[in-house]
C-alpha cells in the first residue's frame, strides 16, 4: 500500500527482462519435434530472434511479425501444442529466468506490491510462467481458437500502447496509485508502458530504449544471471495448461519475417 493508501504494482515485461532470451525460442526444437514446424523454419527462426535478441526489434518489425505468426498458427491443434506444453514447460523455461528478476519479484511483493507480468507472448505460455513466478496476475495476447484449433485471428495482442491501456485498466480495476507503480522492460516498444508508471526501469535495453532511459531519467538494470528457479524460490508444482505457447512460438519462428526469409511449414 502507498502512503495515500492505495495499492501499488509492478509489471514486469517477460523476454530479456525475466527471462534470459526469447521465451518461445527454447521451444523450437520440441515445435519441430511434434511436427507443427519444418527444420527449414526452426533453424531460420532461430537465426532470426538471435538477431533480436541482440538488437531488439522496432514498431515495423513487430507488426511484420504479428501477421506472420496469426498466419502460422492457422490451423495448429490445440491438444497437440498442450502435449508439447505439459512435457517441456517447466524444465525449459526454469532454468532462463535472470537471478536479478527473481530478486526484485520477491522484494515488490514484500512491500506489498502486486507482481503482473504484462508481455506479447501467447496467455498459455505466459499464464503458467507467471504461476511458476508467483505473478499475482498477467496480461497476455489471447488467440482465436474453433473446433480445437487456432484460427489465424488474434482476439487481444499486447503489445505497444496496448500493454500501457491494460495497466491503467488494471489501476482503474484494481485503485492501483500508478505513481507509486514500477514497470521494468528491454524493448523500446514498451516505452509507454514504462511512462505509465512513476517508476520506470529499462532492463537489458536496446539501443533505442537506453536512449530513451537516458532522457527521461529510467535507470537502467543489466540482468546477467541466469538461475535454475526450482533451487531459487518455492515453486507449486508444474501445471499442464491449455493450448499453449501459439503466440510464443511464433514469435520464435516468425521471426525471419523480419530479416525477408520465405517461411517453408511442414505439411
Given at each position: 500500500m502507498s502512503a495515500t493508501g492505495r495499492r501499488q504494482a509492478a509489471f514486469?515485461?517477460?523476454?530479456?527482462?525475466?527471462?534470459?532470451?526469447?521465451?518461445?525460442?527454447?521451444?523450437n526444437r520440441k515445435f519441430q519435434a511434434g511436427g507443427l514446424i519444418s527444420r527449414r523454419v526452426m533453424l531460420r527462426g532461430a537465426y532470426a530472434q538471435f538477431m533480436y535478441l541482440v538488437g531488439g526489434a522496432d514498431h515495423d518489425q513487430m507488426e511484420k511479425l504479428r501477421a506472420f505468426m496469426s498466419e502460422l498458427v492457422k490451423g495448429w491443434p490445440v491438444a497437440t501444442v498442450q502435449e508439447i506444453v505439459r512435457?517441456?514447460?517447466?524444465?525449459?523455461?526454469?532454468?532462463?529466468?535472470?537471478d536479478e528478476a527473481v530478486s526484485l519479484i520477491e522484494e515488490h511483493h514484500a512491500a506489498g506490491r502486486d507482481v503482473i507480468i504484462v508481455s506479447t507472448s501467447g496467455s498459455e505460455l505466459v499464464e503458467?510462467?507467471?504461476?511458476?513466478?508467483?505473478?499475482?496476475?498477467?496480461?497476455?495476447?489471447?488467440?482465436?481458437?474453433?473446433?480445437?484449433?487456432?484460427?489465424?485471428?488474434?482476439?487481444?495482442?499486447?503489445?505497444?500502447?496496448?500493454?500501457?491501456?491494460?495497466?491503467?485498466?488494471?489501476?482503474?480495476?484494481?485503485?492501483?496509485?500508478?505513481?507509486?507503480?514500477y514497470a521494468y522492460s528491454d524493448s523500446i516498444t514498451d516505452a509507454p508502458m514504462l511512462g505509465a508508471v512513476g517508476h520506470g526501469y529499462a532492463v537489458n535495453p536496446d539501443k533505442e530504449l537506453r536512449k530513451l532511459a537516458i532522457k527521461e531519467g529510467w535507470p537502467v538494470l543489466v540482468f546477467s544471471k541466469p538461475v535454475a528457479l526450482q533451487r531459487r524460490m518455492n515453486l507449486p508444482p508444474a501445471k499442464p495448461t491449455l493450448a499453449a505457447l501459439a503466440v510464443g512460438g511464433a514469435v520464435a519462428v516468425g521471426g525471419a519475417i523480419?530479416?525477408?526469409?520465405?517461411r517453408n511449414r511442414a505439411v
Open positions: 514486469f515485461d517477460l523476454d530479456k527482462t525475466i527471462i534470459a532470451k526469447s521465451s518461445a525460442l527454447a521451444f512435457d517441456t514447460l517447466h524444465n525449459i523455461v526454469d532454468p532462463m529466468v535472470y503458467p510462467i507467471g504461476t511458476m513466478l508467483g505473478a499475482d496476475h498477467v496480461v497476455a495476447t489471447r488467440l482465436k481458437v474453433e473446433d480445437g484449433k487456432y484460427t489465424g485471428e488474434i482476439d487481444y495482442y499486447a503489445y505497444g500502447p496496448t500493454k500501457a491501456a491494460a495497466i491503467r485498466e488494471l489501476a482503474e480495476e484494481r485503485g492501483y496509485d500508478l505513481a507509486r507503480c523480419v530479416f525477408n526469409h520465405r
